[in-house]
Structure formats: structure tokens, C-alpha cells
């Protein structure tokens, strides 16, 4: 016995079977979708790079000397964050690939052909 009267999951009417159009909208891939951070927020992702490069800097060249306690992180909105969170993924993966390169320009690694 069918007690779901025609509808869908959703509670919704759907006698034909039908995907929903949203559904079967082109979904955007990777190098597709842009995140943007305004100007002021990328002047302060490179004070705290700088910042951050100093204190590594400072671990291991300088090891007798103290650390200095990690700063309040800034107070993000939602959005901000993931943007934020994606930025700091594609330079550490931009990173790695300058390395890589650079260990192929030296000589390093073999180019697998």
C-alpha cells in the first residue's frame, strides 16, 4: 500500500518523477568559482604572514630567545573565514608547487617524462 499520496521526500507533489531543474544546473568546479578578499583583508593576511615568518624565523635561528605569545586571531564574519581558510590552502599549495619546481630547476628531481 503507497501511503505517501504522490509526494516526494519534501513533502512535495511530484507525479511525474521529475529532478527538480536546481538540481540539474551546472555545478561550478574548482578553478571556476573566485573567492575574493577585500584589499584591507589581504593587507592584514600579509602583516600576519610577515608576522608569522618572523616568528619562525625567530624559533630557529634565534632558539634562546623567548617567544613571544600568539596574538588574538582576528574575529571573522562566516563567509570571511571560508575565504580565508581557502586563501591560506592555495598558498600553501602554491607553495609547494614553487618547490617543486625549483628542486627541477637545481636539478634536485628528475622530471618524470
Do not use: C
Not at 90 to 106: D, G, T
Amino acid at each position: 500500500m503507497n501511503n505517501d499520496n504522490g509526494n516526494n521526500a519534501n513533502g512535495v507533489r511530484n507525479q511525474n518523477h521529475e529532478i527538480p531543474r536546481h538540481l540539474l544546473q551546472h555545478v561550478p568546479r574548482p578553478r571556476e568559482v573566485r573567492f575574493m578578499l577585500t584589499d584591507r583583508q589581504l593587507e592584514l593576511m600579509y602583516v600576519v604572514w610577515a608576522a608569522t615568518r618572523g616568528r619562525v624565523h625567530q624559533q630557529v635561528y634565534r632558539p634562546e630567545l623567548p617567544i613571544p605569545p600568539y596574538p588574538l586571531p582576528p574575529v571573522w564574519p562566516d563567509d570571511v573565514w571560508a575565504m580565508v581558510i581557502l586563501w591560506v590552502a592555495r598558498e600553501h599549495w602554491m607553495f609547494k608547487l614553487e618547490m617543486s619546481e625549483l628542486e627541477y630547476i637545481l636539478g634536485l628531481r628528475v622530471r618524470a617524462r
